[in-house]
Structures are given as structure tokens and as C-alpha cells.
């Protein structure tokens, strides 16, 4: 499939015309903030209805009030500690961040695996099972959330907006965040769209085997943020580059949606633990145009701030990318 450069070239259904440059000015979504943020908790819930335990790491911002919510879930074989260059980030932005843990999909599968048996072992768990267990590990925690929003415990009294969540997650936490946030699969027969959450961002978006990406996500009503790289690839279901952009492609007319390919980026780029023998660094610009793009997204969709909004769809973002990265998005019709 033949793409554009889209570095500077955005959907033609975009406007960009009406878009004051004197107000992008005022946003900055890499702005540091002064505040100190509180350690992260690490606390694990059960889901009694499964006998499911979910271990959670979470970051709370530095202001007291209510705030908005941002779930992640990590890819094959990863854990809570992974990507927590986003939550930091965004948990000083506002945000109070959760990171899921799935087990049967985390990292326990090949810690105590010999290396050479360690890919059979992953392959082994990207399952339609996992997936189940996944899309259901969502609402229990939204629910846990909502519990201890309405303890009188000082610890999360009140710390939680639910009005307003944000679901995230790389890889297999991609196709997570995909199934809980109006994806639908032909196999499974039914959809698990969690109607509580307002916006989403995959990184290392996917489609399921052979599925047609219209039927896939032609039902999806809220925002999707999409992000991938030119080598953005993955041996466990032999994932290319093609496959990821047919998500962005299959997506309706009817929501905004938007899809960020890094050029030069593998599949390593959205994380921040040590990289596999043999692989070329990450790109240090990677990370805060990741950032960027991301807070940018949360803060237009979960916050309403139209700054954010002129600055993610205008030239401030755009200006920020490498000139050989792709960016385009379209509003909704």
C-alpha cells in the first residue's frame, strides 16, 4: 500500500484555516511542572466474580480535587512497571494514571523460561482467551475506582474523575484499549465497549487475523489516537507496519481520529525498558514527541481545553514532528 508523507499534509476534511496561532502559543504539552508528584502505589485488586487478582500501579497527580482518568495496559509479556515515562508525564499534567497488570499475558509467561523457548512461550499467550480476560480487567478496575472514590479513606476519596477516562495500552494493550473501546471481533460475537470511557490511544494498533477493518471499528464513537512506526513490526502474530494503518483506515467518518507513524520507529519506541541484544537504540526524540501528541490528545477530549485542541490539529504539533514523520487526522462529520 502506497502512503503519502503526511508530515505536513493533514486529511482534506481538515480546516486549518480560523486556527489562532497566538493561542497555540499559550499551550505547551511538554511544559514541566513545578509540583512534586506523590510515589506511585502499587496495589493489586480482585475482580470476585472471576476470582481474578489484577495488580495496579498508580499515579496520582499533585493537586488534591478529582481528576481525570487515564487506564494503560501493557503489551505481551510486559507488567504495571512498564511505560512509565507516560504516566509520569501525564499524571503531572493532571491526570490520575492506572496501570493494569494481566495475568496470563504479563510477564510471569517467560521470566522463568529458558531463552531459547521464550517467543514460543509468548505466541503461546497472545490467545483469544487472553483477550477475554483483558477486555474484562477493565470494567473490574473502572469499578474498584469507583469504590474507593466513594470511601471515606483519605487514600483515593474523591481522587477519581469518572466522567472522565482515557483508556491506552501498547501492542497487546493496544488490542485491549481496541476491544473496550467500540472494536468489534467477528470471532467473539459479542463487543465489550466500556460506554464510561470517553477517549483512547493505542500504541501499536492492530487488526485481528484476516477481519475487515470496516467492520472492525465502523462502530467505534469515540476519539482514537493512533500511533506506529515505519519499522513498527512484531514476530508474534507477524505483525507489519500495513496492518497496524488499517485501523486508522477502518475508522468511521462519524468520530475524530487521528495517526501519528514515527519514521524509523520499532515496535521498542513506545516503551522505556531495556532493549533486546542486538536492536538499535531509541530515537531520543521519539519519547517527547510521544509525550506531546498524547497529553495534547487527553487534554482536548478528557479536559475540553481548546488550546489543546488548536495546538494538537494545528502547526504546533506539526512542527514539532521530523520531517520524515507521518501525521494526519480528521474530524468528525
Known sequence: MKTLPLCLVLSVSVLISGISSAQADKYNPLEKQKSRLPEP??????????????????????????????????????????????????????????????????????????LGKRLKALKGAASLQNSLDRYQDVPAVLDQLTEWNADTKPRF??????????????????????????????????????????????????????????????????????????????????????DRRKVYQGLPDTIDKYELVLFDAQHSAFSDGRQRLGMPPRNPQHHPIILAVTTAFWDTYLKQNQDARQWLQGKPCRQLLAPEDEWQFQKAK
Open 157 to 242: 476519596h474523591q481522587r477519581f474523575d469518572l466522567k472522565r477516562i482515557g483508556m491506552s495500552g501498547h501492542s497487546f494493550g493496544a488490542v485491549t484499549t481496541q476491544g473496550v473501546s467500540g472494536q468489534s471481533w467477528r470471532l467473539i460475537g459479542k463487543r465489550y465497549t466500556d460506554p464510561r470511557i470517553k477517549a483512547a490511544i493505542m500504541f501499536s494498533p492492530s487488526v485481528q487475523g484476516r477481519a475487515n477493518p470496516e467492520q472492525s471499528f465502523g462502530q467505534v464513537s469515540l476519539p482514537w489516537l493512533l500511533l506506529t512506526g515505519t519499522k513498527d513490526t512484531s514476530p508474534i502474530n507477524d505483525t507489519s507496519v500495513e
Open 41 to 114: 502505589i502499587d496495589i493489586t485488586i480482585q475482580d470476585s466474580s472471576r476470582q481474578r487478582d489484577i495488580p495496579l500501579r498508580i499515579y496520582l497527580p499533585a493537586q488534591k480535587q478529582p481528576a481525570p482518568v487515564v487506564l494503560f495496559s501493557h503489551g505481551l509479556g510486559g507488567a504495571r512497571t512498564g511505560s512509565q515515562y507516560l504516566g509520569k508525564h501525564w499524571a503531572s499534567h493532571g491526570y490520575a494514571v492506572v496501570y493494569l497488570q494481566h495475568h496470563g499475558s504479563d510477564e510471569t509467561i517467560w521470566k522463568d523460561v529458558a
